[in-house]
């Protein structure tokens, strides 16, 4: 009887599998690693989500919620029973904020006049909001986060 003798060439499925995964990781790292900048866009896209929270729990509270910049941070805050602002600790979603180093508000605009730093943006519990921009600097890049009396908000890079 003959023994048949199969010589096996090539790779196994699960040996390509782990390449592959091992490949993709280090990719991310690297495109993570590149895709930073200088951290102004990752704040300005997490201040237009809070705008966004921060309009919904004024709806659902039935009560006005503000925001206020000192340059280095920023906070809201809500109207109380006895229609004082207070300073919102809504969990961690609109909870006050320390902007990252390099990174500050620079600049906002109600109804396109330009207001200084400190005034309040209010965000009505009919969420009909007066048109605002929120200007982020970055070492190397500038944000605008805008929001619109129809409620919607967006982040726009501005070019220098």
């Known amino acids: ?35 930073r900048g200088d951290g102004a866009q990752a ?3 997490r201040l237009m ?15 006005a919620v503000a925001w ?7 906070q809201f805050w809500m109207k109380n029973e006895r229609q004082e602002w207070e300073v919102l600790n809504a969990g961690e979603g609109l909870r006050a904020t320390q902007l990252a180093d390099g990174v500050q508000v ?6 396109q006049q330009n207001r200084p730093l400190g005034e309040k943006i209010i965000l009505p519990a009919d969420g009909v909001i007066e048109s605002f921009e929120v200007f982020l600097n970055g070492s190397q890049t ?10 919607r908000f967006a982040v726009q890079q501005v070019q220098r």
């Open 106 to 111: 620079s600049a906002q605009t109600i109804n």
């Open 68 to 74: 206020t910049s000192d340059g280095a941070g920023y």
């Open 49 to 63: 989500l809070q705008f966004e929270s921060a309009r919904d729990e004024a709806i659902a509270r039935g009560r």
């Open 142 to 151: 500038q944000w605008r986060i805008s929001g619109d009396v129809m409620g």
């Open 43 to 45: 704040a300005a896209d």
């Open 1 to 35: 009887m003959k023994n048949s003798v199969r010589s096996q060439s090539g790779f196994t499925l699960l040996e390509i599998l782990v390449v592959t995964a091992i490949i993709l990781i280090a990719t991310s790292f690297t495109v993570f690693h590149f895709n």
